[in-house]
């Protein structure tokens, strides 16, 4: 199995909901397991067992890095939390956007009142343009997310103080 191949698998099982996969191919063998933890947020882990094709080894033990990369943003949640603040996440991998087009002024900006159902933000996903509305009502306290940028599912996008 190519280290492409292998990329593009744990690509697949991160939009899914399987937890475990085991892929053996002639004398090559691969483990592909994500773990949920309670909020949702998963984290893959790879398992590759070579036994002659040594080659694939150091690529397969790579991948877990730059995929586990996002973990490291979830300290900012209970830390709002904490503090009662509601943390505003997305629902899905995509691109955010604050505005409805690049000539157009933002949804939302900080210190704005917001209103349940309010539309904060558009999330690209696949070429379909998905607002993002608000749970709750209250003072818009954060914008964590950058415009334009890549985000994944679970990721805070913004943090409201409820009113």
Same mark, same amino acid.
């Given at each position: 199995?190519? /280290?492409?191949?292998?990329?593009?698998? =744990?690509?697949?099982?991160?939009?899914?909901?399987?937890?475990?996969?085991?892929?053996?191919?002639?004398?090559?063998?691969?483990? =592909?397991?994500?773990?949920?933890?309670?909020?949702?947020? /998963?984290?893959?882990?790879?398992?590759?067992?070579?036994?002659?094709?040594?080659?694939?080894?150091?690529?397969?033990?790579?991948?877990?890095?730059? %995929?586990?990369?996002?973990?490291?943003?979830?300290?900012?949640?209970? *830390?709002?939390?904490?503090?009662?603040?509601?943390?505003?996440?997305?629902?899905?991998?995509?691109?955010? /956007?604050?505005?409805?087009?690049?000539?157009?002024?933002?949804?939302?900006?900080?210190? +704005?009142? %917001?209103?349940?159902?309010?539309?904060?933000?558009?999330?690209?996903?696949?070429?379909?343009?998905?607002?993002?509305?608000?749970?709750?009502?209250?003072?818009?306290?954060?914008?964590? *997310? +950058?415009?334009?940028?890549?985000?994944? /599912? +679970?990721?805070?996008?913004?943090?409201?103080?409820?009113?």
């Amino acid at each position: 199995m190519e /280290y492409k191949q292998i990329q593009e698998l =744990i690509k697949t099982i991160n939009k899914s909901n399987i937890s475990e996969l085991s892929i053996e191919e002639g004398d090559f063998k691969i483990t =592909i397991k994500q773990e949920f933890s309670g909020n949702a947020h /998963y984290v893959p882990m790879v398992q590759a067992t070579p036994v002659h094709h040594t080659h694939l080894a150091a690529p397969a033990h790579q991948a877990p890095a730059a %995929i586990s990369a996002p973990v490291s943003e979830k300290p900012a949640a209970p *830390a709002a939390a904490a503090s009662n603040l509601i943390t505003i996440k997305s629902p899905m991998i995509g691109t955010f /956007y604050r505005s409805p087009s690049p000539d157009k002024p933002v949804f939302v900006n900080v210190g +704005d009142e %917001i209103k349940a159902g309010q539309v904060l933000c558009i999330i690209e996903a696949m070429k379909l343009f998905n607002e993002i509305e608000s749970e709750v009502g209250g003072r818009l306290v954060k914008v964590v *997310a +950058d415009d334009s940028s890549p985000v994944e /599912y +679970d990721q805070p996008l913004f943090i409201i103080e409820p009113m």
